[in-house]
């Protein structure tokens, strides 16, 4: 389904990577690991689409994904480690318009987002500027259970700031995707619990 | 992708409602400058009705060009804007709704109130009419332009002065068609030719700056 050949990445003149091929088919699981530095966020960017590669190209069933653009954003959901929440909105009215970003249309189902963020314990009415860091990621991560017609989920460092038991629920949620057939592509520094291929970048 | 469009809307309209002093600045701006020039110049009405219209349409440009800055930035900074790259729907429409909202956030006021601006430079109240119509055509046209130099100058050090740069040349044409229409009314001269212009410039921004807005936004992310 998604298929990398030759990427090749550069910043500030230094190449972080090069070469570097591999393909995911379905109900695959993929960890990138590696240091500071070494291009798991720029990897990550560049597999989404927002960022080109200095040379190489992504497929994704067997087309470039610069020619499909939306179509390829449809399918595909991409958790970066900027919160991509508004301060001045509350979790719920966050959710809300991602829902609506992400081309589900209206009427937003209420009950969804509800469950959604009482899943991963968040305060709904509260501004996002008032949570904690770590309630600010678990509003982010909400969004991946609504996604799960969305085949392909990168998520970048979704572990970071989080307590043992949110972890889990994220953990839980990326193993019933893959189940699914659904594909994960995610960067961690920590060793995870969760079976899957793993890529180093520093190798 | 309608729903993207009004979603977009909405949320920056929101957004306006929860900073009010955010949006407050740029409209006080505008009054501010607009008024202090009767003050400093003296009561000479004939001088007045004069640059009354000029004057207050550089308020209303320089108004528009302080609020743009704003209007990828914070998208920029807190990672929405990634998301609306990501986005379902076309990005060219969810930069025209986002123009839209800065357009009825900071153009929309300043066409209501300079009529009532326009009382300070002892302008002809049939002129009322005009000034408000040529704000009302020319004000979504700075937007829109603007909107095109905010996402080139996107995370760009010192972008403020490049947009200033970059955006007044482009400026200049409405501010001489939108001020131009109030003065050849004030002459009795109708302004019609001048508002037919700025609203042919009204259209064919509207078709082409969101999809300039989108090519430069994705360049700025990059």
Redesign the interface.
């Known amino acids: 389904m998604l298929e990398a050949s030759g990427l090749e990445c550069e910043r500030g003149g230094r190449v972080l990577f090069r070469g570097l091929s591999f393909a995911l088919g379905r109900g695959e699981l993929l960890r990138i690991a590696g240091a500071n530095g070494r291009g798991k966020t720029s990897l990550l960017r560049i597999l989404c689409g927002l960022a080109a590669p200095a040379a190489g190209e992504v497929r994704w069933r067997g087309q470039e994904v610069g020619a499909l653009r939306e179509e390829y954003s449809r399918q595909l959901v991409y958790l970066g480690h900027a919160p991509a929440l508004k301060d001045d909105l509350t979790a719920l009215e966050n959710l809300m318009f991602a829902w609506l970003l992400a081309g589900k249309g209206m009427p937003v189902p209420s009950d969804s987002l509800f469950q959604a963020l009482r899943k991963l314990d968040v305060p709904m009415t509260l501004q996002v500027k008032k949570l904690s860091q770590g309630q600010r990621r678990r509003a982010l991560l909400a969004r991946l259970v609504l996604s799960e017609e969305q085949p392909l989920w990168l998520l970048d460092e979704p572990f970071a700031a989080l307590d043992t038991e949110a972890a889990r629920i994220v953990e839980d949620l990326v193993s019933a995707h893959v189940g699914r057939g659904g594909m994960v592509i995610y960067t961690s520094h920590q060793e995870s619990r969760m079976a899957g291929r793993e890529m180093r970048l520093d190798a | 992708?309608l729903?993207?469009l009004?979603?977009?809307l909405?949320?920056d309209l929101?957004?306006a409602l929860?900073?009010k002093s955010d949006v407050a600045v740029a409209l006080l701006f505008f009054v501010i400058v607009a008024s202090l020039f009767p003050l400093g110049i003296g009561a000479e009405p004939n001088l007045l009705r004069a640059i009354a219209p000029g004057v207050i349409w550089v308020a209303a440009l320089l108004s528009s060009l302080l609020s743009l800055g704003r209007l990828f930035a914070a998208d920029h900074a807190?990672?929405?804007l990634?998301?609306?790259?990501?986005?379902?729907?076309?990005l060219g429409v969810?930069a025209a709704a986002k123009t839209l909202a800065h357009w009825l956030i900071s153009g929309f006021p300043i066409a209501l109130i300079a009529p009532l601006l326009a009382l300070q430079y002892d302008l002809d109240a049939s002129l009322y009419g005009v000034l408000a119509l040529s704000l009302l055509l020319g004000t979504p046209v700075l937007s829109l332009i603007g909107a095109i130099g905010a996402a080139l100058t996107l995370g760009l050090r010192g972008g403020g002065v490049l947009l200033a740069l970059l955006v007044l040349p482009l400026y200049v044409p409405v501010l001489i068609m939108g001020a131009g229409a109030v003065e050849m009314a004030g002459a009795g001269m109708g302004g019609q030719g001048q508002l037919l212009l700025l609203g042919a410039m009204l259209v064919v921004s509207a078709v082409f700056a969101p999809w300039a807005i989108a090519a430069a936004l994705r360049i700025s992310?990059?």
């Open positions: 992708m729903d993207a009004r979603g977009v909405a949320r929101l957004l929860r900073q807190d990672g929405t990634e998301q609306i790259l990501l986005g379902a729907s076309p969810v992310s990059e």
